[in-house]
């Protein structure tokens, strides 16, 4: 009973590059959750997914990130023209419903040169 | 907005020491729940508590909502070693926005 996968579990990217994180939730999770976390910091939420369906973005930066969640495949966060400050932890995370308990995946490590 | 203030920020404890972290919030909650992430880890959930005044407890963890529904506690007693990491609760309030906020977490060190 697998849980949530990301991949890649670490990636590095140079300034000006796109980076594409990867999201497969849990069997039978519709609603997924992006979350970013710098070192010694809580976690800030991004953008909530239903499939297909972006729910609430308020937690994106206007430019540069996006999120999907298409009807086939994993969720995916993009961000494009990386520059070093995004260079973070990247959560994801999945419930079957949307107040119900989030189960988290193990994360992607982003290092931007 | 809504806020969601969890106290203290850092704890450091001799081992065998007790240990709260308490979550407080600006409304009325539907629900509070806990989750504990270790160092270079992922947030894993630990417990919902729904009911005014509920008490449950896991273990060494004992976990609280106040009777007004607006703050909650976690409390271990005799702390060990593997108690270390940070513990958040996130929350729901009781509006028709069924977002969850996060709190920003308490930070346990546990000296052996």
């Known amino acids: 009973n697998a849980g949530v996968m990301q991949n890649p579990r670490h990636l590095v990217r140079r300034r000006g590059q796109e980076a594409r994180l990867r999201c497969s939730p849990m069997k039978g999770h519709s609603h997924v959750y992006w979350y970013r976390q710098l070192p010694e910091e809580g976690l800030k939420f991004m953008v909530y997914?239903?499939?297909?369906?972006?729910?609430?973005e308020s937690g994106m930066p206007k430019e540069r990130f996006s999120a999907e969640f298409p009807k086939e495949g994993p969720s995916i966060l993009r961000i494009q023209q990386v520059v070093r400050g995004d260079s973070a932890a990247y959560f994801c995370a999945s419930s079957p419903a949307r107040d119900q308990p989030q189960h988290f995946g193990d994360g992607t490590r982003l290092s931007i040169l | 907005g809504q806020q969601v203030m969890q106290i203290p920020q850092y704890q450091h404890v001799q081992e065998g020491e007790d240990f709260t972290t308490y979550c407080n919030s600006s409304?009325?909650?539907?629900?509070i729940q806990w989750y504990k992430q270790r160092p270079g880890g992922h947030p894993v959930f630990l417990i919902q508590?729904?009911?005014s005044g509920e008490v449950k407890k896991q273990k060494r963890l004992t976990f609280q909502f106040g009777e007004a529904k607006k703050n909650s506690s976690l409390h271990i007693t005799a702390t060990q070693t593997t108690d270390v990491g940070t513990y958040f609760c996130?929350?729901?309030?009781?509006?028709?926005?069924?977002?969850?906020?996060w709190g920003l977490g308490t930070s346990l060190a546990v000296n052996p």
């Open positions: 409304t009325t909650l539907s629900n």
């Open positions: 508590l729904v009911k």
């Open positions: 997914l239903q499939k297909e369906n972006i729910i609430d």
């Open positions: 996130a929350v729901i309030n009781a509006g028709n926005n069924r977002k969850l906020i």
